[in-house]
């Protein structure tokens, strides 16, 4: 009866080791914390019905960007916590975290960083800008907007409930590979907890990047071919189609070890026939292609930075737009260089080597093309320009790493080491997440309608960037002297110590600039009268989300634009911009819960099959049915605006 | 005024579903495709048990792939009927395609259980694993689509053959004749390749 109703559920499960009392104690405060504001601040009907229920891209977008910083926050804990052990743990010390804790610390700390932090600022941005530069109102399906959004925080929340429930995350390293992440080296539940939370939030991204794809391609104002499309629409779109097309091999690679998991099968287990290299081959078949998912669209906004503040249109467009589909083209095709070592025989290597170093090639075209851009313009230096400063020498010099790295008589020597860890921090903090601390900076006035502090954000970046640099170069010269990845000790003739202290001291000043960052935002709040955006083109933009207010109408556009060239925008200004006269219904989505009520049902299932108990997962798995057939057949799920009160809205704003 | 504004956002919205419709076919396509490749690199692990030669029977494998391709036709006539406004057929034809859609789903479940009662069970080997795997996705899929008839038809029943049931019940035929095309590959990659050896 018991095993019935909690399953495998004992109070073993509740939080007694100090890490998960502390996180269930924090959860809790912050819960409590956010109640008492809501219920203080009579806010819990205006959240429900403005935010959490709304379909439109723009606020899903804030509420992942939203929902990216917190987890920002965590995963940044967690990077504090591995290198204060590396730093302490040498010789007779062993640090402050026992060996199985520091595993489940680095697994977290990957996952979380790459599935809730990136992906949720990548898709944050995607939602408020891609509708606003292609000149259309909303998605094509804006449900599935906000059930994947859902799913997202679903998958979230499932990462984070080892604290509260569980106690135990997988300690397998963040792709969990077996046989290590098999039910006989890992009984716990977890593997299980990061197998849903991957599943959950991955459905999430795959229906993202379906309705981004179908949107960039069938929605577009009048007139924006394809080649007319700026820089940042054009990544979304390639970034998009790598999601559809690599989503679903994760899905089914972390199914299968699910299905060994649960159902006893033999994928990938040591004995009866199961084959443990394949699970390597396939989860890199999406892992890799998954990167250039995350650097992509930080290619796009760079290209609408670096234009917008050189003050002339982007250098070699076509090129560009070639660059980026090589780029997602040969992304499919290097996979193989992460396990040189597994193997596959000197040909094979070879092939995946070749096609590596290709892959520099295309990169190194926009490299060249974003610095012609700025040779000869009118450079601005607001902060966007120095994140992108700050990102051609980080990610040349991390692309330099990895081209070392691609050639596989020398990866034998740097595999598993810590130059890899420095290489690839180096393209995603570097590449990427520096391209959306520039986009963030670049569209924080059209998302608010004020800009933010020029002063705090220019030495946010400064220790940012000599934080990177002090964290990761010791990290470059221990991977060299062969320190290995993910170590909870080593002894002190090593002399790796300071090293590892220097690195720690490199993360402490990243700390200070993301403080920085945090007052920059509070600070330019209190100031955002005197920063107020009134034109809605702050910086003298060239595309077609500057040409509406800021912060857009819900609407986004009065009047869908008509384009006639690229850089739409900028023409249009050159030309001079006419008020629209005559206004047209326009139909919009309402806003509905069920995409929380359908992800809610999807977390109990996982919840379900986590802790092995039926009732629970047959109530997730119905519940999620019913949600999708009542929504299946709600023909009334939009609503009209017409001409007229268009007109009076669109005069209130001209008064304002 | 407002009729002619009306149809042509209609319409566009169509082709948007349709078109998101093929992407996520796409999707789940890539899904069978790891799926396959997982059976192509363990069907030869049978940790000592029989292969899938000795373990599968083609006559029933035959009928299934006759019985699946003929309500894949039918499938295509009801989606015709449906279209041409005629709820008398698309009924006829709909509840067709759902007796043979049930009676493959019938025979794959007695190959199941054969094979379970021969002691022949997924936790065998990578082999049985892999091929449970793969002809159970496939057969969830049409467990789903069988779903997806039944409310369908509630639906038409209940709301009349509107434009928007028209639309839905173009997607479920284009679902239907995906998993044709699957099972297509699954009978020759998994049994006729599986015999010849």
């Known amino acids: 009866m018991q095993h019935f109703l909690i399953g495998n559920l004992t109070t073993d499960a509740l939080p007694h080791q100090w890490f998960t009392l502390g996180g269930t104690c924090f959860i809790l405060l912050m819960s409590v914390v956010v109640v008492l504001f809501l219920t203080y601040t009579k806010r819990w009907k205006w959240l429900w019905t403005e935010w959490l229920t709304s379909t439109d891209p723009k606020r899903i977008g804030i509420m992942y960007i939203i929902m990216a910083s917190l987890m920002l926050f965590r995963g940044a804990l967690d990077a504090v916590m591995i290198w204060l052990q590396q730093a302490l743990s040498s010789g007779a010390s062993y640090g402050y975290l026992d060996p199985s804790h520091f595993q489940q610390i680095f697994t977290a700390h990957g996952d979380i960083m790459i599935f809730f932090v990136t992906m949720g600022f990548l898709f944050g941005l995607l939602n408020f800008i891609v509708p606003l530069q292609i000149g259309t109102r909303d998605l094509a399906f804006p449900f599935l907007n906000s059930l994947g959004f859902w799913l997202y925080v679903a998958g979230a929340v499932f990462i984070n409930l080892f604290f509260v429930i569980g106690g135990d995350f997988a300690a397998t390293g963040w792709l969990a590979l077996p046989p290590l992440s098999e039910l006989a080296f890992n009984p716990g539940t977890g593997v299980d907890y990061w197998i849903w939370s991957l599943q959950i939030s991955g459905l999430g991204t795959m229906l993202g990047g379906i309705n981004f794809l179908v949107t960039i391609i069938k929605m577009r104002a009048p007139g924006m071919t394809l080649f007319r499309m700026p820089m940042f629409t054009w990544t979304a779109l390639l970034s998009s189609s790598l999601v559809v097309a690599i989503f679903p091999i994760l899905a089914a690679t972390i199914a299968l070890l699910w299905l060994d998991r649960f159902f006893g099968m033999h994928f990938f287990t040591a004995g009866f026939g199961g084959n443990m290299m394949m699970y390597v081959n396939l989860i890199w078949t999406w892992g890799h292609p998954e990167v250039y998912v995350l650097i992509i669209p930080g290619f ?293 819960g069920l995409g929380i009520y359908l992800s809610g049902f999807i977390f109990l299932l996982g919840f379900a099959f986590v802790w092995h108990i039926l009732w629970l997962g047959i109530l997730g798995f119905a519940g999620a049915i019913i949600c999708v057939i009542i929504r299946a057949y709600d023909d009334d799920t939009e609503y009209v605006i017409t001409a007229s009160e268009l007109r009076q809205l669109e005069e209130k704003e001209t008064l304002h | 005024m407002a009729d002619n504004n009306i149809q042509p956002v209609e319409h566009e919205h169509n082709d948007r579903v349709i078109f998101g419709f093929w992407v996520y076919l796409m999707t789940d396509l890539t899904m069978f495709a790891v799926l396959f490749a997982v059976y192509a690199v363990l069907r030869n692990n049978t940790f000592g048990g029989p292969t899938a030669g000795e373990l599968l029977k083609l006559p029933q494998a035959l009928a299934e792939t006759l019985i699946l391709l003929t309500s894949s036709f039918t499938c295509g006539l009801a989606v015709l009927a449906a279209n041409a406004g005629s709820k008398k057929q698309a009924y006829l034809w709909f509840g067709i395609t759902f007796l043979l859609g049930a009676t493959f789903l019938g025979l794959e479940l007695r190959e199941f259980s054969h094979l379970l009662a021969d002691g022949q069970s997924f936790r065998n080997s990578g082999f049985l694993s892999a091929f449970f795997t793969l002809v159970g996705t496939h057969g969830l899929h049409i467990t789903v689509g069988l779903f997806w008839i039944a409310v369908s038809m509630v639906m038409m029943h209940v709301r009349g053959l509107t434009a928007s049931i028209k639309s839905k019940l173009v997607r479920l035929g284009l679902f239907w004749h995906f998993l044709d095309i699957v099972w297509i590959f699954i009978f020759t990659i998994v049994y006729l390749m599986g015999a010849a050896r």
């Open chain 1, 300 to 592: 796009g906004i760079y290209s609408e930075v670096v234009s917008t503040f050189s003050q002339k249109k982007l250098f070699g467009y076509y090129s560009m737009v070639a660059a980026a589909f090589g780029i997602t083209g040969i992304a499919f095709v290097v996979w193989l260089h992460h396990f040189f070592t597994m193997g596959a025989g000197a040909d094979v290597n070879a092939f995946f080597g070749i096609m590596t170093m290709i892959i520099g090639i295309p990169t190194a075209v926009q490299i060249f093309n974003w610095l012609l851009t700025m040779f000869r313009g009118r450079i601005i230096f607001k902060t966007p320009m120095f994140w992108f400063l700050g990102f051609i020498s980080t990610f040349t010099f991390g692309g330099i790493a990895g081209l070392l790295l691609a050639s596989p008589a020398a990866d034998f020597q740097l595999h598993n080491t810590l130059f890899l860890v420095a290489h690839f921090h180096t393209m995603v903090i570097g590449g990427a997440l520096f391209g959306i601390f520039a986009g963030i900076t670049y569209w924080f006035p059209k998302v608010t309608g004020f800009r933010l502090n020029e002063r705090l954000g220019k030495y946010a970046f400064w220790c940012w960037l000599v934080g990177f640099f002090t964290a990761f170069t010791p990290l470059y010269l221990l991977g060299l002297m062969g320190a290995t990845r993910r170590l909870d000790h080593y002894d002190a003739g090593t002399g790796w110590q300071p090293l590892f202290i220097t690195a720690l001291i490199g993360i402490c000043i990243i700390g200070i600039g993301a403080l920085l960052q945090v007052l920059q935002i509070f600070v330019s709040f209190k100031q955002r009268k005197e920063n107020r955006d009134l034109t809605g083109d702050p910086w003298n933009g060239r595309t077609l989300e500057w040409a509406t207010s800021s912060p857009p109408p819900h609407y986004n556009f009065a009047v869908i634009p008509t384009v006639e060239s690229r850089d739409a925008f900028w023409n249009m200004k050159q030309k001079g911009l006419t008020k629209p006269k005559n206004y047209q219904d326009i139909t919009m989505s309402k806003n509905t």
